[in-house]
DNA sequence: TCCAATATTATGC
DNA sequence: GCATAATATTGGA
């Protein structure tokens, strides 16, 4: 497999970074965790790539404003399981303003005891904020845990106008 | 193959 | 309310 091509995206909220691989976009780190390594010698980028990044940005810009995004770049999920991606999937769906409880996430792919493998799944999310797993709260209201910091997920959250329990 | 960890939830006190 | 068990999935020993 081909290195991956790490791209900064520049917001108001600071750079995060965009992993992409031959298939597409594979991962979204928050400013500063810079948990991907930095490639700063770009060879020629391909073509798609500059693409998938364009609407990467737009989409990432548009939720942090509090708006949907109009479009997403294919998403690189091949490493993930079948589960994981079951679970993505469902984030995918929950529309802006909405939330949703590991519970009810558990219980939409036909797994309803399975909560806490859904948090699991959430927290195995390499893409946040673009796969809304700041939406899903706790059954009782509360804030779950998010793995980019807690701070974020609250951000996100009251800028969807979503109230929740502390 | 088994064991421990996890961004939960339901139950009993 | 708080402590405890149960549940599914995953990753490492």
Known sequence: MKPDIVLPISTPEGDFWARYTENGLAGIDFPGRRRAVRSHSTPALPKRVKQWH??????LK????????????????????????????????????KTLAYGGVASRIGNPSACRA????????????LVPCHRILAGNGGLGGFSGGLQWKRRLLEREKVSFRE
């Open 54 to 59: 364009l609407q990467a940005t737009q989409a």
């Open 118 to 129: 859904v948090g699991s799944a959430c927290g195995a999310n390499p893409i946040p904020v």
């Open 62 to 97: 548009s939720v942090l404003s509090g708006r949907p995004f109009k479009s997403l770049p294919p998403l690189d999920w091949t490493e993930a399981t079948p589960f994981q991606q079951k679970v993505w999937r469902v984030m995918l769906s929950i529309p802006m303003g």
